[in-house]
């Protein structure tokens, strides 16, 4: 067996963890990612027949039995990952019976998964039955996104709009828009049924006054998804309180849209 430690997947998770936590999205032991992993990418570097505990989901995965998933750990700090990732990080396969989660390695110490999973599992589920490439959930704090949801309407259209007007690129990056669910108690399986439900629409999905949720096929693709509503949402603060003087027209987005070839929300424009 290969040392885990040197496997590319764990690599990429703590240099993602921690590019996340040097941009202040994730302070304290805010946010959680998931990423689906296949057999032949574990299997040199663990037995997959030895479970060292079985922990229960608390909800039905079924569809997603006998899959492998690297997950963060409930109450542990993104700012940590790196450093110690057996400690912060899990490596799980779903049980067939799709009720328990059957850990290969990590969460030394006791730990389990992050309270978020049911959001996560539910909507790598959904992402997959509209993508079956997808492999990442990622949830984040990010400043400038949070700010904008205390100064601008929660409407799915809106938000977008305003969005894809803050910087040229960001109708290439997100077509699909972003969804919206309204303030919502954290950590529950209702949260993680409408985050699941708007993921079938949406790559990304704000959680009213808490963050955000952003699904992808690759940590950079992902993360990359949130850093552009990210910087996007912070142009929108640096503006907002100011007088406009110039905007991108919808009619220019629409050219962006068809000029780079991508599926946009044609209602989010007004023309
Ligand atoms: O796990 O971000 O939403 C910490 C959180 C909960
Ligand atoms: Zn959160």
Redesign the pocket.
């Known amino acids: 067996m290969k040392e885990i430690l040197t496997a590319p997947f764990l690599a990429e998770m703590t240099h993602t963890a921690s590019n996340m936590y040097r941009l202040g999205w994730?302070e304290r032991?805010?946010?959680?990612i998931s990423l689906l992993l296949e057999e032949r990418d574990v299997s040199p570097y663990l037995e997959l027949s030895r479970v060292l505990r079985k922990i229960p989901l608390g909800f039905q995965a079924a569809s997603l039995a006998g899959r492998l998933f690297l997950v963060?750990g409930?109450?542990k700090y993104f700012k940590n990952v790196a450093r110690d990732p057996e400690e912060n990080l899990g490596l799980f396969r779903i049980s067939q019976d799709g009720a328990c989660a059957e850990l290969l390695w990590g969460y030394r110490g006791g730990g389990q998964f992050?309270?978020?999973l049911p959001a996560h599992l539910m909507s790598h589920m959904a992402r997959l039955s509209v993508d079956p490439a997808n492999r990442v959930v990622m949830?984040?704090?990010p400043t400038h996104t949070l700010a904008m949801n205390y100064v601008h309407e929660l409407d799915e259209r809106k938000i977008t709009h305003t969005l894809w007007e803050m910087c040229t690129e960001c109708i290439v990056v997100f077509p699909d828009g972003v969804g919206v669910l309204p303030w919502m108690l954290?950590?529950t399986n209702a949260i993680g049924e409408a985050t699941a439900e708007k993921m079938r629409e949406f790559r990304l999905v704000i959680?009213a006054m808490?963050?955000i949720y952003a699904a992808g096929r690759t940590l950079d693709e992902t993360f990359g998804l949130i850093e552009t509503v990210e910087k996007a949402a912070q142009i929108y603060m640096l503006t907002a309180h100011l007088p406009r003087r110039n905007t991108i027209q919808d009619a220019q987005l629409r050219q962006l849209a068809e000029a780079f070839g991508v599926a946009y929300r044609k209602d989010f424009l007004k023309l």
Request: hydrophobic share 5%; net charge negative; proline share 0%.
């Open positions: 994730d032991n805010g946010g959680n963060t409930t109450g992050t309270s978020e949830h984040s704090h954290c950590g959680w808490h963050g």
